[in-house]
């Protein structure tokens, strides 16, 4: 059962506009977020992360919005840019118990950014 | 740091046949995952080690799977008999405590 939801398997953007990428979760014991983007043929890499204490951290051109009462997340990119194009995860730790340390993960969103 | 290290990067194989995935964490990371990546559900968890003891296995799908960590840097990953279905991109992953997560670049898995 997925406890982390991206819904949205794909998304485009022209260059230089916002992209918005939603994330939402069922667990209201996740107590910390992160987004890893992926390129074809190479591992996620972490991008951002905001623990549940926040509700907005910004790196950049990138910022992640935490709704802890809608347990939604959402990744700002503004202005996009081509080389944003990847696959973005949404993932999510927390729980304690047996689950300490574990990092669940959405489907993933591709998100395609056009000049 | 040369990163997380993933062997082979592309594996063919035909139904039945045992498979061998490799994975080389990265120096000093005292917790090591592995993942697999299909479209239908996205990257999940399959079996996690802390200091090398498996903590979480829950999501090995049958016992076709198992994995080792015999010591602090190396882990494999097997599948034997293996099946069409086990077809996707395994990722393996590293980190040093609660530090963020650091992937390998996957091994492809084909089942013919």
């Known amino acids: 059962d997925q406890q982390v939801k991206q819904n949205s398997p794909s998304l485009s953007v022209q260059e230089g506009r916002i992209s918005i990428l939603n994330c939402d979760y069922t667990n209201s014991m996740f107590d910390y977020f992160l987004w890893y983007k992926k390129y074809p043929a190479e591992g996620p890499t972490f991008l951002i992360s905001?623990?549940?204490?926040?509700d907005k951290n910004e790196d950049g051109r990138f910022t992640v919005f935490l709704n802890k009462s809608a347990k939604h997340l959402s990744l700002h990119i503004v202005p996009s840019q081509p080389g944003d194009s990847a696959v973005y995860f949404c993932a999510a730790s927390g729980g304690g118990g047996s689950t300490l340390g574990r990092l669940y993960f959405g489907r993933g969103t591709q998100l395609t950014v056009w000049p | 740091d040369a990163g997380v290290i993933q062997s082979p990067r592309h594996e063919v194989t035909e139904m039945g046949q045992e498979v061998t995935l490799r994975c080389k964490p990265i120096?000093?990371?005292?917790?090591l995952f592995w993942y697999r990546q299909t479209m239908m559900r996205g990257l999940e968890l399959l079996i996690y080690f802390n200091n090398n003891v498996p903590i979480d296995d829950s999501g090995m799908p049958e016992d076709r799977f198992s994995a080792k960590m015999p010591n602090a840097s190396f882990s494999t990953l097997k599948i034997q008999p293996s099946e069409p279905r086990d077809s996707a991109v395994y990722f393996c992953?590293?980190?040093?405590?609660?530090?963020?997560?650091?992937f390998g670049s996957g091994t492809q898995l084909s089942v013919l």
């Open positions: 905001i623990s549940s204490i926040k």
């Open positions: 992953a590293s980190r040093r405590g609660d530090e963020k997560l650091f």
């Open positions: 120096s000093g990371h005292n917790s």
